[in-house]
T-cell receptor, first 112, second 111 residues
Framework: NAGVTQTPKFQVLKTGQSMTLQCAQD?????MYWYRQDPGMGLRLIYY???????DKGEVPNGYNVSRLNKREFSLRLESAAPSQTSVYFC???????????FGPGTRLTVL | DQQVKQNSPSLSVQEGRISILNCDYT??????FLWYKKYPAEGPTFLIS?????DKNEDGRFTVFLNKSAKHLSLHIVPSQPGDSAVYFC??????????FGPGTSLSVIP
């Protein structure tokens, strides 16, 4: 099992460009999440999907959109990137009944 | 108010000694807590958890203590090893789906 995979690992964008971060899990988990990690801020929830076909906003959703493509895949889109979106982005998943989340390796995004 | 605080951004400990990482929370309704460990350039991994019906949970060298009256929990690592050097996040579920994370404590174990 690969667990949670994320692509790309690194990305540099110019202000105003768009991109989609991809996430997939092979653990048959219902719930999937997108977080961003900034220095001194911990992990902040951007969006989550409790099940296939549903998505909900987290703590910091502005400037992002998500798509739960199927049970395995959950993508995060930046329509018009801003320097404030420079961060490390983590995707995670979990079983509905459990509290523990499994994280991907992260995508380091720099917006110039 | 649903904050989880880790007031020590960093901690340095000699190999073989005890590491104590602290976490405070503000919402007395939190009933479960998790600790995650994160190495550089990797995602966080689950380490240990504790339910509010317990005051201690142990897993090998790792023990988490919960003091509900003080809204405080701590992670003890005994003995500390260089491979324990990582960032440790305290976390608490705020509902069935969402979890709030503390800012993390960076532990350095010196050989």
């Amino acid at each position: 099992n690969a667990g949670v995979t994320q692509t790309p690992k690194f990305q540099v964008l110019k202000t105003g460009q768009s991109m989609t971060l991809q996430c997939a899990q092979d653990m048959n988990h219902n719930s999937m999440y997108w977080y961003r990690q900034d220095p001194g801020m911990g992990l902040r929830l951007i969006y989550y999907s409790a099940s296939e076909g549903t998505t909900d906003k987290g703590e910091v959703p502005n400037g992002y959109n998500v798509s739960r493509l199927n049970k395995r895949e959950f993508s995060l889109r930046l329509e018009s990137a801003a320097p404030s979106q420079t961060s490390v982005y983590f995707c995670a998943s979990k079983r509905t009944a459990n509290r523990e989340q499994f994280f991907g390796p992260g995508t380091r995004l720099t917006v110039l | 108010d649903q904050q989880v605080k880790q007031n020590s951004p960093s901690l340095s400990v000699q190999e073989g000694r005890i590491s104590i990482l602290n976490c405070d929370y503000t919402n007395s309704m939190f009933d479960y807590f998790l600790w995650y460990k994160k190495y550089p350039a990797e995602g966080p991994t689950f380490l240990i958890s504790i339910s509010s019906i317990k005051d201690k949970n142990e897993d090998g060298r790792f023990t988490v203590f919960l003091n509900k009256s003080a809204k405080h929990l701590s992670l003890h690592i005994v003995p500390s090893q260089p491979g324990d050097s990582a960032v440790y996040f305290c976390a608490a579920p705020i509902d069935y789906d969402k979890v709030i994370f503390g800012p993390g404590t960076s532990l350095s174990v010196i050989p």
